[in-house]
């Protein structure tokens, strides 16, 4: 590694308007997909901001993955699919599992095929 080279770091990100902290005591981090969380324990965050945003850096020695349970889909989302198939509430709520909540795709699965 260059020498000063923290020094030249500091330097270019202050000409491109970036401001880089070090966030202290971060406890918990939480990523949210449709499909699962990932939760970081106690990790090392940096953000860097700029000008119009943040740019957060998280650094972990390990994290745990969980697969999102099945969605819990409001009553009348419910009868809105059994009512426009025809079927009763239980096939209206399998259809809006397999299709993962889209309320015309439940449809088009029960009315079609």
Do not use: C, H, W
Request: charged share 35%.
């Amino acid at each position: 590694m260059m020498r000063g080279g923290n020094r030249e770091m500091r330097r270019m990100m202050d000409k491109m308007g970036l401001d880089m902290n070090e966030m202290s005591n971060v406890q918990e981090v939480i990523i949210k997909t449709d499909k699962k969380e990932i939760i970081i324990s106690k990790p090392s965050v940096t953000e860097m901001k700029a000008k119009d945003n943040s740019i957060f850096t998280v650094t972990a020695d390990s994290y745990e993955e969980r697969e999102l349970e099945v969605p819990i889909f409001s009553e009348e989302d419910i009868q809105l699919v059994s009512q426009q198939a025809g079927v009763d509430e239980e096939k209206a709520k399998s259809a809006l599992e397999e299709a993962k909540g889209d309320l015309a795709r439940a449809i088009l699965l029960l009315t079609t095929g």
